[in-house]
């Protein structure tokens, strides 16, 4: 992550970010007619039917949620998505028609998605978003408190794209859910920052040496847990160990080395913050 850095940057990011997304709509998703969801899914029903331009459908069916957002939670409410919003619409009108897929929705699925999620993950990064369902699921909680946020986002999105189905048929609405599958694996990755790791529970008769060879040899942390055994009723100290995906080898060479009759679980850790891993 990023330490103090200046909040220009932030802001040029998230134009960035937007950017991205606009080109993904525009020349991925707009010509096979993939509604994954949002405002800019219901601008590519609208162009369908009227020839309006993307940018302009999207600015004009944000304007009216903007409003209804500054009046009831304020202006630093906005500011962030405000802009996103803006340089996605801006996007929409300068990035010229490529047409990179046209005739494949599989690959406007899966790539769409990935250039999509690429430029969602770095809006949301920044703390922004571009508005649309985002914006609207944030007002209706006002009125439906005991539903969360993502959860009004999803039957907001579910609509448009149950709508697009209609318009453009089963099939591309089929693969408008791959891309969508997509955006929020690639936009995960961006917001956690692809820094996976590996854990490693170790029970074993010879923890404190198993401890030692952790400590001194992969020169890694490691901490004891006190552990009882439900059937044997013995007490034991259970090795917690975070490293990663290389070093994860090491250490089942070093455990099995020490004591192959060691009981031990390794799983995938999303993220780690401290020394040694992600700085705060």
Not at 51 to 74: E, S, Y
Not at 89 to 114: C, K, N, Q, R
């Amino acid at each position: 992550m990023f330490k103090n850095r200046p909040v220009y940057v932030d802001y040029l990011l998230i134009v960035v970010g937007a950017f991205i997304m606009g080109f993904a709509i525009k020349n991925m998703y707009d010509p096979v007619g993939l509604v994954t969801g949002g405002v800019s899914g219901l601008a590519i029903i609208v162009k369908n039917y009227t020839d309006i331009p993307l940018w302009l459908t999207n600015t004009v069916l944000n304007i009216p949620l903007f409003l209804a957002a500054w009046r009831l939670q304020g202006f630093t409410f906005i500011k962030r998505t405000a802009v996103a919003t803006a340089a996605l619409s801006l996007s929409l009108y300068v990035i010229p028609e490529l047409h990179v897929v046209t005739d494949d929705m599989l690959l406007a699925g899966l790539f769409g998605g990935m250039v999509s999620g690429l430029g969602t993950g770095l809006v949301f990064l920044m703390q922004a978003t571009t508005g649309g369902t985002d914006m609207l699921a944030a007002l209706m909680r006002r009125k439906l408190g005991h539903y969360s946020i993502a959860q009004i986002m999803q039957v907001l999105d579910g609509l448009v794209v149950l709508v697009g189905a209609g318009v453009f048929g089963v099939t591309s609405a089929l693969y408008a859910c791959i891309a969508i599958f997509m955006v929020s694996k690639v936009s995960d990755g961006i917001l956690e920052g692809m820094k996976f790791s590996k854990q490693a529970l170790i029970i074993s008769d010879r923890s404190d040496e198993i401890a030692q060879a952790i400590l001194y040899r992969l020169e890694r942390g490691v901490t004891a847990v006190p552990a009882i055994g439900m059937y044997s009723g013995q007490e034991k100290k259970m090795l917690f160990c975070v490293v990663s995906r290389k070093e994860i080898v090491r250490i089942r060479e070093l455990v099995w080395e020490m004591d192959p009759k060691a009981f031990v679980i390794m799983s995938d850790v999303r993220e780690v913050l401290g020394e040694g891993f992600i700085e705060y």
